[in-house]
């Protein structure tokens, strides 16, 4: 029988191996091009070791994979508008949850960490359960350290000063707290100021 961290390694080397397989490149790092949700899914990794180095397993996993395969499930298959993004949001919360799943029990987790893993991803109970809320955080982080930039030369200061507000109603005193030491631009951080001021 393995033990719990082989299962683990395993289990986030299934998930990379995915993400590695995404068409979608990202080009905006020094390494060069890698693809896209390999590369979230390792920042969401490294952000939880900074935030909560003692996270369980089942939170790890869910880090590592809440945006599994993403790019099969396009926002442009969903009507446009607020009810169709929400929509969308929920097929892929489902899809992600089965879908990191159906590794775990692969590599030989069982069906209740499976479900558990599935519940983190699918974010129903950020209110009530303090590692849904640290997935949330760390999502949250991994936008405005690194996807912020390049969202903000795509849209005008008042929306952005929206998008950070609801980031920030989304997140704990801990993450709000990393957030404030995160080194952005002077533009990006006045932006930030005035959405939390």
Not at 42 to 68: D, F, K
Not at 79 to 104: D, I, N, Q, S, T
Not at 170 to 188: H, Y
């Amino acid at each position: 029988m393995s033990s719990s961290s082989e299962n683990l390694d395993r289990v986030l080397s299934r998930i990379d191996a995915v993400n590695a397989t995404d068409p979608r490149m990202d080009a905006n790092i020094v390494e060069g091009p890698v693809p896209k949700e390999l590369l979230y899914g390792q920042r969401m990794s490294r952000w939880l070791t900074r935030l909560a180095p003692e996270a369980s397993e089942a939170l790890q996993i869910a880090c590592r994979g809440q945006h599994m395969a993403r790019w099969r499930w396009p926002r442009s298959d969903f009507p446009e508008g607020r009810a169709g993004y929400k929509a969308w949001r929920r097929e892929l919360y489902r899809h992600h949850g089965k879908a990191v799943a159906e590794l775990m029990k692969e590599v030989g987790y069982d069906d209740e960490m499976q479900a558990r893993v599935a519940l983190l991803i699918g974010k129903e109970n950020r209110m009530t359960d303090a590692e849904s809320q640290t997935l949330e955080d760390v999502a949250c982080l991994v936008f405005l350290a690194h996807e912020f930039a390049v969202f903000a030369t795509k849209h005008e200061r008042p929306k952005l000063i929206h998008i950070v507000r609801k980031t920030w109603k989304k997140m704990s005193e801990k993450g709000r707290a990393a957030a404030l030491n995160l080194k952005l631009s002077e533009e990006l951080g006045s932006i930030v100021e005035e959405a939390i001021a």
